[in-house]
C-alpha cells in the first residue's frame, strides 16, 4: 500500500518499521545489492504469499502470512537502502510503486478465492474483486496526492506514534490466521471504494486550492 506517510511530526523513514529497516540493510550498502533487488525479492514474496492465501487452507494461509510479513518489511527496506546509498531513480521508485500496488491489490482477490468455500462460495471472490478495485483506485489517487505535495515530503494519509499508514498491511496476516478475513473481506468491499472516494475528493480539494493560490499569486503580480 502507497498510502502512508508523515504527519504528525513524523517524515518519511522515520517509522519504527523504517528504523529497523534500516539498521537491517546496512551491511548491504555499498555491495553489489540494489534497492531494486530487494523490490523484485519483495515482488517475488508477495505473489508467492498471494497464491498461498488463494488456496484457502489453513496451511497455506500459515505460509502466505509469512511470506506476507516478509514482503512488506522488504518493502521497507528498499526505500531505505535507496536513500542511504544514494541509488534513488525515478524508474526505482515507479518500480517500487506498482509492485506495492499489485501485491495490495491481489490480496484481496486471493483471500477471496481463499474463502470460495466459505458462506458465500463463490460470491467472495466478487467482493474480492470489489475491494481490490477499491484499493487500487485509492493507490493511484493517492500517488497523485503525493506527488502533489513532493516538495514538502508529506503523504497523502498521515501515520502517527511513529506508525505509518501502511503499517497496517502487517495486520494482514493475524486477519487471516485468526479466521477473521471474510469480515474483513466484506468490509473492504464497501470500505475500499468509499475510501478511493474521500482520496478522490482529497485530491479535488488539493487541487482546487492550487488553482486558488495559483490566482492569487497572479493577481499579486499585476
Not at 518489511?73 to 521508485?93: C, K, N, T, V, Y
Not at 474483486?129 to 515530503?153: F, H, M, N, P, R
Request: proline share 3%; aromatic share 12%.
Amino acid at each position: 500500500m502507497h498510502t502512508g506517510g508523515t504527519g504528525g511530526g513524523l517524515m518519511v523513514g522515520d517509522s519504527w518499521t523504517h528504523k529497523i529497516a534500516r539498521r537491517c540493510i546496512m551491511p548491504l550498502v555499498g555491495s553489489r545489492v540494489t534497492p531494486n533487488h530487494l523490490t523484485m525479492v519483495r515482488l517475488v514474496s508477495g505473489l508467492a504469499a498471494c497464491a498461498a492465501f488463494a488456496v484457502g487452507t489453513e496451511a497455506w494461509n500459515l505460509w502466505g502470512g509469512i511470506l506476507w510479513i516478509f514482503s512488506a518489511f522488504m518493502d521497507r527496506a528498499d526505500g531505505e537502502l535507496a536513500r542511504i546509498s544514494g541509488q534513488s531513480s525515478p524508474w526505482g521508485h515507479r518500480f517500487d510503486y506498482i509492485t506495492d500496488m499489485l501485491i495490495t491489490v491481489l490480496f484481496f482477490v486471493a483471500i477471496g478465492i481463499g474463502l470460495r468455500t466459505a458462506t458465500l462460495g463463490q460470491w467472495s471472490i466478487l467482493l474480492g474483486l470489489l475491494a481490490a478495485s477499491g484499493v487500487l483506485a485509492a493507490e493511484i489517487l493517492a500517488e497523485k496526492i503525493d506527488q502533489q505535495k513532493k516538495d514538502t515530503g508529506e503523504k497523502a494519509y498521515p501515520g502517527f506514534a511513529g506508525f505509518d499508514f501502511d503499517d497496517i498491511l502487517y495486520l494482514f496476516p493475524l486477519i487471516v490466521w485468526f479466521d477473521w478475513h471474510f469480515i474483513f473481506l466484506a468490509g473492504a468491499s464497501i470500505g475500499a471504494p468509499a475510501f478511493a472516494l474521500l482520496t478522490w475528493q482529497r485530491l479535488h480539494s488539493l487541487s482546487d486550492d492550487g488553482q486558488q493560490t495559483s490566482a492569487q499569486t497572479g493577481s499579486s503580480h499585476d
